[in-house]
């Protein structure tokens, strides 16, 4: 190249779009690299920073957890939303017979069991012991009874009191029992759980903002010298932005995956205990963890979480920086 | 290419760096500025480079006044101007070539086209042999040569250096001098601001004299000048 070439004395054209378009990509793999070297130059300390930011995340998450496996567990008694109708004394086997295949052709209804008053004094006289003073009755004072289970969709507080207050007009019903205030405390210990699990999801991804916001601006400030001589040279705030960003993600992206780490080391050393213990209700509930979407999702959050913190820390640092 | 009107400039504390400065630089043209330290050399460059703004007057530079310039076009009119710095400025976490390419990856230039520039502004400064090497493994005389092969590599029309050789021995200034002599002769203007008057006198060139923020010289190298000798000129300064 001849020296007219290399210093031709014009207003410098720039490169073609096409050009820009290329060197930007490759810009963005160099600096997507500069950001992660810049985190494993002081790789103590900013392994600190990942595990404080995974410690903040792994919190909500675990507690995410816990309230899937809690409206699991709930799930598979629905037997709470079983309703007992307790017919008249009066009413005949067949009778009892005929109304539980009525109620059967309801879509609303899973299963109908009829306990005849017989076998209900067998049962209660065999599990209560009181073998010798049930013998004394001279008369069978159980009523015949139906348990009908809604199906899932109405297994809910709502529409299963409803069902419950269309059994109770049936003339042959005596009592209409639904265990509802147990169901209905379930829930609304699971909604309080699932409110404060968001409320310190929010909390925390807040703190993770300010952690990495303030990681961010400490890294803006030990590079200065190296933002005023890039400014000079022409570089625009978004050049000089763009490796903070990627700084931001890379942080995003350990932290995610640290915390799901620290999610599913936690939960297999759970899951021990917890299957004795469920072994003891002769349950086979096992603790359920992360699935692949959740996962996903959870590193995708941290990862936008890293980038928002270093672009609202960034962007106000980079501009108080001016070449002097 | 380069046109003060009516400048002057002072700083928040109050103190006053220019007083109503007029001066034209044409296209192609290269010009000393020189005076004491504090007399507004840096002021001026720092004028034209956009890290100031004047308080009164007007500076056109490539024809393009800049206090029209708004803050987010700052980086547009840098890059049309190669900056030289005493302290050189260079990055000292990358290798000399990645110094010398930053302004064209700022401009967004095909990577094979940036090894190129960078190679030839390197073999234009001798420094071909050193594109691996960090900033700090060079002399200071390597490390302005390298400040200078990023300042040229964009081919910006226009130069400014400020005391380029203010920590080199005579015979690096002299090299780096015909170094910026062969670039004019292409057609790059340059302003260079320099106190090392003995270089000075060696070279024919417009010189500007600056005094308590004032031109009080404008001196185009003509067969008197050449004869002055260099503490007459500045005669005035040295008594104050």
Known sequence: MNPDQLTGARLTQGASLKARFKMLIRLHKLEAKRGIQDIFDNPLSNF?????????????????????????????????????LFLTLETSKKQTIDLSNKIRQNLAIKNVEVILPDQALKDFSQQSGFVDAIGELDQNPLPPTLVVQPVEAYSTPFESGKLLAIYAKLPQVEKAQLDLDWVRKLYALIQLAEKAAAALGLALGLA???????????????????????????????????????????????????CWLLVEISLFWLQQPIANLAGLYQSDFTLSGLSWSQSIQLISISCGLGLLGSWLSVGRHIRAIEPR | MIEFAHVSKRYPNGQIALRNIDLQIGAGEMAFLTGHSGAGKSTMLKLISLMERPTAGQVIINGKN???????????????????????????????????????????????????????ALDKVGLLSKEKSTPIMLSGGE??????????????????????????????????????????????????????????????????????????QDRSDTPQGLDLPPAQLLGADNES
């Open chain 1, 48 to 84: 600190m920073t990942v595990l404080v930011i995974a410690i903040a995340l792994a919190l909500p998450t675990g507690l995410q957890i816990m309230l899937d496996n809690g409206k699991q567990l709930s799930q598979s008694w629905d037997g709470a939303s079983r309703i007992s």
């Open chain 1, 208 to 258: 993770v903002l300010l952690i990495i916001g303030n990681t961010i601006r400490l890294s803006v400030q030990n590079r200065r010298d190296e933002i005023e001589i890039v400014k000079l040279i022409g570089a625009t705030n978004a050049f000089i932005r763009r490796p903070f960003l990627y700084t931001g993600f890379w942080y995003g992206l350990f932290a995610g995956i640290s």
């Open chain 2, 66 to 120: 800049l206090n029209r310039i708004k803050p987010r076009k700052i980086p547009a009119i840098r890059r049309d101007i190669g900056m030289i710095f005493q302290d050189h400025r260079l990055l000292f976490d990358r290798s000399v070539f990645d110094n010398v390419a930053l302004p064209l990856m700022i401009a967004g230039y095909d990577h094979r086209e940036i090894g190129r520039r960078v190679r030839a």
């Open chain 2, 143 to 216: 490390q302005q040569r390298v400040g200078i092969a990023r300042a040229v590599v964009n081919k910006p029309p226009l130069l400014l250096a400020d005391e380029p050789t203010g920590n080199l021995d005579p015979e690096l200034s002299a090299e780096i001098m015909r170094l910026f002599e062969q670039f004019n002769q292409v057609g790059v203007s340059l302003l260079i601001a320099s106190h090392d008057l003995s270089l000075l006198a060696k070279m024919h060139y417009r010189t500007l004299v600056m005094k308590d923020g004032q031109l009080i």
